[in-house]
């Protein structure tokens, strides 16, 4: 009764240490996939600034451009597409 009793010790013991083992396999895992997804919000966030830096370029081209023009039309339909009133 007695070595049942050890063996069965042993038994639980060897199944909380797989448990605790795979969960910190997980959580290696899950800390590396926060390292990915944080370095891909930081090129998004790095994307996001460049193409907003493009947009600003082009709506100031156009206005330049539109100042160009005599009969004010053009810089006034961009007024009215860019929200600019």
Do not use: C, P, W
């Not at 990915?36 to 790095?46: V, W």
């Not at 039309?73 to 007024?79: D, G």
């Amino acid at each position: 009764m007695a070595n049942a009793i050890k063996r069965k010790h042993s038994f639980i013991q060897f199944f909380a240490m797989t448990g605790i083992f795979l969960l910190s396999m997980r959580s290696v895992g899950q800390k590396y996939r926060i390292q990915d997804l944080q370095d891909d919000t930081a090129a998004l966030e790095k994307e996001q600034a460049s193409l907003n830096d493009r947009m600003n370029h082009i709506k100031n081209s156009l206005l330049v451009e539109a100042a160009l023009d005599s009969t004010g039309t053009f810089a006034a339909k961009l007024r009215v597409l860019f929200g600019d009133d």
